[in-house]
């Protein structure tokens, strides 16, 4: 079964550090890996896509990093805001599962505190 | 541009009612997907529908169902509802339907939040 697994559930770091959040997955066919950012009560906004071929994206101050042969992702958070806080959802794109297209992790919880 | 648009936000309901989620995608956007959220399962895919035809169905039973109009909005249907359907519905659109999912970026509505007592 194809599966997203991410790392830590929850992490709690004070303003202005920097943060890593760990994703790993077991997803064939692999077609790309997306991290979203959920605000409390709104939907999860897009973040990063990175197909195969490419190994590092950043937007703004979040860089995501992809390596395709042991299938680990990592999103990293350079000086961290208030308004960072929120989940970030690990995504793999596959297709013709019934899964769906879109294979989603649990998430991980970032408190930023001041 | 306004965003993705669901309603109602909150709904309660009781075991064994019906329940009809609706979603209005972003204009222009012709894909439109269901998702449902819990904090045990986290997102898990319900369906997705283009151009009023249902592309891809995930691993719900039969009393949970979907359609699409003409102009690219949508609705969900929950049928005989059971307490383990409360959750979060999020819609999300996007501008086509990309079976291989290589760039086609997703947006999502703020979701409904049902409630089954």
């Known amino acids: 079964k194809n599966q997203v697994e991410q790392s830590p559930q929850s992490l709690i770091i004070l303003e202005g550090k920097n943060c890593t959040l760990q994703?790993?997955?077991?997803?064939?066919?692999?077609?790309?890996l997306r991290w979203y950012k959920q605000d409390t009560g709104r939907g999860p906004v897009s973040l990063t896509i990175?197909?195969?071929?490419?190994n590092t994206k950043s937007n703004g101050r979040y860089t995501a990093t992809l390596d395709a042969d042991t299938k680990q992702s990592s999103l990293h958070i350079t000086a961290s805001q208030l308004s960072d806080s929120a989940s970030y959802i690990c995504?793999?794109?596959?297709?013709?599962?019934?899964?769906?297209?879109?294979?989603f992790g649990k998430g991980t919880k970032l408190s930023v505190k001041p | 541009k306004a965003g993705v648009t669901q309603t109602p936000r909150y709904l309660i309901k009781t075991r064994g009612q019906q329940v009809t989620l609706s979603c209005s995608p972003i204009?222009?956007?012709?894909?439109v997907s269901w998702y449902q959220q819990t904090p045990g399962q986290g997102l898990q895919f319900l369906f997705e529908?283009?151009?009023?035809?249902?592309?891809n169905k995930g691993n719900f039973p039969g009393r949970f169902s979907g359609r699409q109009f003409s102009n690219s909005r949508s609705e969900m249907n929950v049928s005989t509802l059971e307490l383990g359907d409360s959750a979060l519905y999020l819609c999300?659109?996007?501008?086509?339907?990309?079976?291989?999912?290589?760039?086609?970026?997703?947006?999502f509505g703020a979701g409904t939040r049902l409630s089954v007592l």
């Open positions: 999300a659109s996007s501008l086509v339907w990309d079976p291989k999912q290589a760039k086609n970026i997703q947006y």
């Open positions: 994703c790993n997955y077991t997803v064939s066919p692999f077609s790309n």
């Open positions: 990175m197909t195969f071929s490419e």
């Open positions: 995504v793999v794109g596959s297709y013709g599962g019934s899964q769906g297209n879109l294979i």
């Open positions: 204009s222009g956007h012709r894909s």
């Open positions: 529908y283009f151009s009023e035809t249902q592309r």
